[in-house]
């Protein structure tokens, strides 16, 4: 009635995002050896150890899911403590696009096309955006790629069951792999990626702790320091204010939506990599089943539950209890 998941169901929860994390530890780490272990056994427990219900509880979740904990992308090693960065001032000024007024729309706007008249010919600008059907779901990298005078637009499904941020990233490597094909790269002496992601931009240029898509988000870092290296162009990139009728990044936004429309055909997927993100949203779906289940067959609370048949972490003022049952009176 309280709105408040109950302890138990929050620990199994808790548990169910450990033994997610403890899975994506190298094999060297004694814990992982320890569960490889325990999943290896063949004869059974007695009485059920902690270890052994968080791994139960896990196998609840993927049958109730389809969201494996085995399917967790790895940790990467620890490779010394990197400071991140801030963001540009203009990063908070502007608003979002869902809150952003006429007035800083403009303003982005502007801001951008600045940033346009000051490139000179030798640099590829492109414009990249993520779509997601649903967050996770069905989502599509879009990209136009400005270079010559030539615009190229660059699309792909990426997954049926991803984030907007995988979505994004992708869009970003989308371009990278364009200039990675380009055969007279000596013409290009910076690449200028727009995105309309701060948090793509913070992991790939500010240093910003990379909790989900690892394994994408480290490619495109390698593919980047290939490009620096190897064939001397400067990779830079732009926050731009997405739905700010900015032309590159509309046209990028149409294109990863149908990429996002186009995903819902993927029949299956080669290999799916469940990231921290994953566990936490199937963990949550998990134990909110389970506390349904409880109060439609709770004994106690039946007079509440007219009112309120669905479980919410939402806490209901006791004021609001009392204003229907006066409804009810009358």
């Given at each position: 009635?309280?709105g408040?998941l109950?302890?138990?169901?929050?620990r199994?929860e808790?548990?169910?995002?450990?033994?997610?994390?403890?899975?994506?530890?190298?094999?060297?780490?004694?814990?992982?050896?320890?569960?490889?272990?325990?999943k290896?056994?063949?004869?059974?427990?007695k009485?059920?150890s902690?270890l052994g219900?968080?791994?139960?509880?896990?196998?609840n979740?993927k049958?109730?899911?389809?969201?494996s904990v085995?399917?967790?992308?790895?940790?990467?090693?620890?490779?010394?403590?990197?400071?991140?960065?801030?963001?540009?001032?203009?990063?908070?000024?502007?608003?979002?696009?869902?809150?952003r007024?006429?007035?800083?729309?403009?303003?982005?706007?502007?801001?951008?096309?600045?940033?346009?008249?000051?490139?000179s010919?030798?640099?590829?600008?492109?414009?990249?955006?993520?779509s997601c059907?649903?967050?996770?779901?069905?989502?599509?990298?879009?990209?136009i790629?400005?270079?010559?005078?030539?615009?190229?637009?660059l699309?792909?499904?990426?997954?049926?069951?991803?984030?907007?941020?995988?979505?994004?990233?992708?869009?970003?490597?989308?371009?990278?792999?364009?200039?990675?094909?380009?055969?007279?790269?000596?013409?290009?002496?910076?690449?200028?990626?727009f995105?309309?992601?701060?948090?793509a931009?913070?992991?790939?240029?500010?240093n910003w702790k990379?909790?989900?898509?690892?394994?994408?988000?480290?490619?495109?870092?390698?593919?980047?320091?290939?490009i620096?290296?190897?064939?001397?162009i400067?990779?830079?990139?732009?926050?731009?204010?997405?739905?700010?009728?900015?032309?590159?990044?509309?046209i990028a936004?149409?294109?990863?939506?149908?990429?996002?429309k186009?995903?819902?055909?993927?029949?299956?997927?080669?290999?799916?990599?469940?990231?921290?993100?994953?566990?936490?949203?199937?963990?949550?779906?998990?134990?909110?089943?389970?506390?349904?289940?409880?109060?439609?067959?709770s004994?106690?609370?039946?007079?509440?539950y007219?009112f309120?048949q669905?479980?919410?972490?939402?806490?209901?003022?006791?004021?609001?209890?009392?204003?229907?049952q006066?409804?009810?009176?009358?």
């Amino acid at each position: 009635m309280a709105g408040v998941l109950p302890l138990d169901l929050r620990r199994e929860e808790m548990a169910i995002r450990d033994i997610a994390r403890l899975n994506s530890y190298s094999t060297k780490i004694p814990i992982r050896n320890k569960i490889d272990e325990w999943k290896n056994k063949e004869t059974v427990d007695k009485f059920i150890s902690p270890l052994g219900l968080m791994l139960q509880q896990a196998k609840n979740m993927k049958e109730e899911t389809d969201i494996s904990v085995d399917d967790i992308e790895p940790e990467y090693q620890f490779q010394g403590l990197q400071a991140s960065k801030s963001p540009p001032e203009y990063w908070r000024t502007l608003g979002s696009s869902k809150n952003r007024t006429k007035e800083q729309e403009i303003t982005g706007k502007n801001l951008i096309l600045n940033k346009l008249n000051t490139v000179s010919p030798s640099t590829v600008v492109a414009f990249t955006d993520g779509s997601c059907q649903s967050n996770p779901g069905p989502c599509g990298a879009g990209a136009i790629v400005i270079f010559n005078n030539k615009e190229i637009e660059l699309k792909q499904p990426v997954s049926k069951r991803g984030s907007i941020l995988l979505a994004e990233l992708v869009a970003i490597k989308l371009v990278l792999d364009y200039v990675s094909r380009i055969e007279n790269k000596t013409l290009i002496e910076e690449v200028k990626i727009f995105s309309d992601s701060q948090t793509a931009i913070g992991i790939l240029t500010l240093n910003w702790k990379i909790e989900n898509n690892r394994s994408t988000s480290h490619e495109i870092i390698s593919l980047i320091k290939c490009i620096q290296k190897h064939h001397g162009i400067r990779i830079n990139f732009d926050w731009t204010p997405g739905h700010a009728d900015v032309r590159g990044n509309e046209i990028a936004d149409k294109l990863a939506k149908e990429a996002a429309k186009e995903a819902n055909q993927i029949q299956k997927e080669a290999h799916i990599t469940v990231t921290k993100q994953d566990i936490k949203t199937a963990a949550r779906i998990l134990v909110n089943k389970k506390w349904q289940h409880r109060w439609d067959n709770s004994d106690t609370g039946r007079f509440y539950y007219n009112f309120h048949q669905t479980v919410s972490k939402n806490r209901h003022l006791i004021i609001q209890i009392t204003k229907q049952q006066k409804l009810l009176e009358i």
